[in-house]
């Protein structure tokens, strides 16, 4: 599956910016500071979209819900 593969749901920002397809979620992680792409959180994220990237069969789905969850991890952070 390529890294434009589309997310079967957007994932909305805050500020209204989306993440629609792999590449724009792995763009958005690569823009974190190196300390937080480090946390556990984002490394599951990060780990989730390479699997959807070279495998597919279902992984975008799980990727996804890796993104969520990191940037409700850090939403909690702050």
Known sequence: MPWSAAF??????????????????????????????????WQTAIETLINAAETGCGWTMF????MLRALNADARRK
């Open 8 to 41: 079967d749901d957007p994932i909305s920002l805050a500020g209204g910016r989306k993440l629609r397809t792999l590449q724009e979620a792995a763009d958005h992680i690569m823009q974190l500071p190196e300390d937080a792409q480090r946390a556990s959180h």
């Open 63 to 66: 990727a996804r819900i890796a």
